[in-house]
Every structure is written in structure tokens, then in C-alpha cells.
């Protein structure tokens, strides 16, 4: 088992670096099954669009990989998703701590079949909240998806309407749909543009319920949320529509 174990050294680029979040060494990966069925070794990446304090994990796989689910630890900190389909979540360093672990566990059906470790330490500056007043905005959504509770990658529909108020150029719209949870729309990190006369539009991937969110520069897009954001600090306005029953 022993030459399963061997420590690999992370290299991470400069980038990483300059805003503070630096991956110290993954400790292994090994099968808690199989041992010769997967492997996995994590990964962390400063994610686009996030503040400091938080990184993307991500598992590199290999072997067989149909019917894999992730679940995703951590001794002090969030992962969000916690359990996902796909292999990467968005970790958060809980506050006053400078270094974690995090571990993910690969199952298929019933049997976990793999195992990994990632040690991570923060260097970086916290940036402090927003508290200033939240100027006077409104949204609305005019052209509402389908209601489609399944969702899925294969799914598109359009999505539109109109922002009102005190807006500034800086300002997005992020979009979410909920299927089992609230997932970003249409891909990762995705902040759309308020036109001039304050309309915006975008596809996203259908669902039960839309949600649409104003926002001003240093929201934290999450790629999946249990709980939407309320309104207050970088979010400015909300609106929740359910989908269009046919």
C-alpha cells in the first residue's frame, strides 16, 4: 500500500500567489475499495470571480468513472456542494483560520472506491463586508422558463426582463434554476450584463423555479446553493419566479 501513498508536490502558478490562497501538498490518493479501480488526486485552483478565502478543489480521476458521486470534507471550513456528481467544490476557510484539509471520498452505488486529502493554507487579507446604504434597485423577470423540476444539461430555454432604479454601469444580473438545489446559470461564474435601458437576457437550463439577483462587483457567484443570498451587502435586488406550467 505504501507506494500507493507516496507524496506528490503541488505546483501552483503565480497567480494563486498574488491573492493569497496557496495549496501546500496534497496528501495521496487510494482506493478505499478497488485499489485498482480509481484513483483520484485533488487539486486547488483560485477560482474566477471569487473573493479571498475561498478556492475551487477539484478531483483529477482516473480509471472507470461511470456512476461516480463526490462527497466533499473539510476539519474546518465549508464545501459547497457538499456532495455533488461532478468532480470539484468551492472551499471556504472558516474565519481566523489559515490553514485546512480537505478530503473527498469517490463512490459508486453503495462502495466508495477512492479517497484523497488536499492540505490548504491561506495567506491572504479578508476583504471587509460592504456597509454602505444599498441604493434603490428592482428587478423583474418578463420572460420566464419553462417549469421543467428535472433540469438538466441537455435543457435550454430563455430567460429576460428588466432592472429598475439607482444602477451604475458596475452592476450584473446572476441567474440561478433549482432542480434538487440552486445551480448558476448557464455555466460557472456566469454574471450577465445590465443593458442601457435596463434590460438583461440570458439561457439557462431549465428547472422549477428561476431566480434572478442584482448585484454589484465582489458577489461571490457559488456554482450551487441549498439557500439563496437575501438582500443586503453585494446583493441589491432578488426576484423568484417559478417556472411556466404548460
Known sequence: MAHHMKRMFWRFNSSLCLFGLAV???LGAFGCGDPNAVRVQLEGHRAQGQAAGRMEVRAQVTGPQAGLR???FSVHGECDPQESEWPSTLFEFANAMTRDRVSVEVWRGNDCVARAELDVKFDGVRPRPVNDPLPKVDVQISSIPPYEPEGGPDTRADI???VT???????????YARADAWYIQPSAYAEHVIGADGTWSTWTHTGSSYAVLVVRPGFDPFLRLDVLPQVGDHVLARAIVEGVRQ
Open 160 to 162: 429576460s426582463g428588466k
Open 165 to 175: 432604479g439607482e444602477i451604475i454601469p458596475d452592476y450584473k444580473v446572476v441567474v
Open 24 to 26: 501546500v501538498l496534497p
Open 70 to 72: 463526490y462527497k466533499w
